[in-house]
């Protein structure tokens, strides 16, 4: 049997693996693109106001820029190393991270790993040379070179996730790691850094160890549950209120997971309070704060999940936090979110994805509706979601059937309903047909027809084959189109609290088509989604039906 600690230390050695290859490649420069299609961990976000620019860099050590936080180019290689050094001409870059202190350079905190030098060996793990050290250009692309010191921290220690601070005694400090494969308890240290950066003063310090977390979970060699003995990147901030602030990562079980404690004296000496609970959702871990240049703070992180092939993958991701007042506040959900309330008052939220992708909580469960994580310049970030409880697709075409998002939300409790065509294709889940309605604990499911009937589109969407779905929530009825025209079937539908009709043509629905059916259905609220180029009509508000226009274009 595999434990938790001897599984952490292979996804290491793993992850060394392939990280020193993929440093060793010349990069092809890419253009435009999307910050979900770019694989990296560790994302750190320097906005530069000297050249309107943001520059992200990370594990790996490339650099990526851009003008909006949405389109990048990158990755360029921006670091020089010096063969006689200790960290070698090619050493591993972790955790790369851009600072700027006003004096007009460029700083460059990263852990660097010579892997041709061993410096101990602990309960059977060969540890390598690794350590935290800054580099500097007059230039935010570079290149990096070392112009201090020939080591900042002590070199038979391995050290990792090196951060600046400057405290208030006016003095800099890098905050870093001391890595649990050596201690078997990780630890947050500080060590005062020259005025110049150029060096350390002194000894490190502990702030806090692993085992002070409240919140992180491993299993012992005996089964026994217990704090996980890692820590990982360290960041430092302070709130509105002046409060000091460290996020840090760490796992529960097998999910990084991300936490934050505050020092209650303000400064890096503490004693440092750590929050019960982690700040960000499973599996997303490692960030930075930065602001945008409309002064919105931001956070970078990665997601941290597994393909199809059990490879991992690492994308960055950006929340907007919220610093203003005592506490900082994460939100990882920027779509559009519309409430209701069933008879009873339990809660229904819809958070608008996009084009026929839906996400509804209630009661505590999550339900997925036709979940497609790109189409076309658009993407939705399915990792920072939760698993789904139920999980609908109404049929096979490609803005709708995703396999492989479907098998990343899928559990072994998730409810699978789909028309035959999309369950032959994926292989398992529960077919439903026209005309069918079954419950699925306290969710009533009726499965209605959807195709076209104008001449010439028949082959689109062929009667009999696609599903519209109504679902009975605690008495809220609400009725999920997918690709039909106003059929005759429609008359049919009654008592809808929440509709959601397609709209664009030659696909599914005309504008005139689409008012037609609001009229013979008379939802409460009506959601056109699916919609491409056609202009949705206003003009249903006078019918008393509530028209929300979200994105689902």
């Known amino acids: 049997m595999i434990t938790m600690n001897r599984l952490i230390t292979i996804i290491v050695c793993i992850l060394c693996i392939f990280k020193a290859q993929a440093q060793t490649r010349n990069p092809e420069i890419r253009h435009d693109v ?38 990048w180019e990158g990755p360029f290689r921006v670091t020089e190393f010096d063969k006689d050094s200790w960290m070698g001409p090619n050493p591993m870059i972790w955790a790369a991270e851009l600072h700027q202190t006003g004096d007009g350079w460029y700083y460059y905190f990263a852990t660097f790993t010579n892997r041709e030098v061993k410096i101990d060996t602990v309960r059977g793990n060969v540890i390598e040379r690794r350590a935290c050290q800054v580099l500097r250009s007059d230039n935010p692309m570079g290149p990096y070179r070392t112009f201090g010191d020939a080591t900042y921290l002590p070199a038979y220690r391995p050290t990792l996730d090196g951060t600046l601070w400057r405290d208030t005694d006016g003095k800099p400090y890098m905050v870093f790691c001391g890595e649990w494969l050596q201690n078997w308890n990780g630890t947050i240290e500080k060590i005062e850094l020259k005025l110049d950066f150029r060096g350390t003063v002194g000894e490190p310090k502990i702030l806090f160890r692993a085992s002070d977390s409240p919140w992180s979970r491993e299993k012992d060699s005996d089964g026994n549950i217990t704090w996980n003995k890692v820590t990982d990147g360290p960041w430092l901030f302070r709130t509105g209120t002046g409060r000091l602030g460290m996020l840090w990562t760490s796992w529960v079980f097998g999910d990084y997971t991300q936490g934050v404690a505050y020092s209650e004296s303000g400064t890096l000496d503490g004693p440092w309070i750590q929050e019960p609970n982690p700040i960000t959702p499973p599996n997303f871990g490692h960030s930075m704060l ?76 999550e339900i997925e509706i036709d979940p497609c994580a790109k189409l076309r310049e658009r993407t939705v970030d399915y990792t920072a979601m939760p698993k789904a409880d139920y999980l609908f697709v109404t049929h096979e075409h490609f803005d709708h059937y995703d396999s492989t998002t479907i098998a990343l939300l899928t559990k072994e409790q998730t409810q699978l309903i789909m028309n035959k065509r999309c369950v032959d294709m994926y292989g398992s889940g529960t077919v439903m047909v026209n005309g069918q309605s079954k419950m699925f604990n306290d969710i009533k499911v009726e499965a209605v027809p959807a195709y076209n009937t104008t001449e010439g589109h028949l082959q689109f969407h062929p009667k009999g084959r696609d599903n519209g779905y109504i679902l009975t929530l605690d008495g809220l009825r609400i009725y999920i189109a997918g690709d039909t025209e106003d059929i005759p079937e429609m008359e049919n539908i009654k008592d809808i609290d929440i509709a959601f009709l397609p709209c664009n043509q030659p696909f599914t629905m005309t504008p005139e088509q689409l008012v037609r059916a609001a009229k013979v259905i008379k939802p409460k609220v009506l959601f056109p989604y699916h919609y491409g180029h056609s202009t949705i009509p206003q003009q249903l508000q006078s019918e008393g039906i509530d028209v929300r226009i979200r994105h689902y274009e």
């Open 290 to 365: 930065f602001q945008r240049f409309d002064g919105q703070w931001m956070m970078s992180i990665h997601s941290h999940s597994n393909d199809h092939r059990g490879r991992t993958v690492r994308i960055p991701h950006l929340f907007e936090v919220d610093l203003s007042g005592d506490k900082l506040i994460v939100n990882t959900d920027n779509y559009e979110v519309d409430v209701f309330k069933t008879k009873s008052g339990k809660v229904v939220k819809f958070h608008a994805l996009m084009h026929s992708s839906i996400r509804i909580e209630y009661d505590g469960k």
């Open 34 to 71: 999307p910050l979900d299609s770019i694989r990296l961990s560790d994302p750190a976000i320097l906005a530069d106001q000297k050249t309107k620019m943001y520059y992200m860099t990370g594990t790996g050590g490339m650099m990526w820029r851009s003008h909006d936080l949405k389109l």
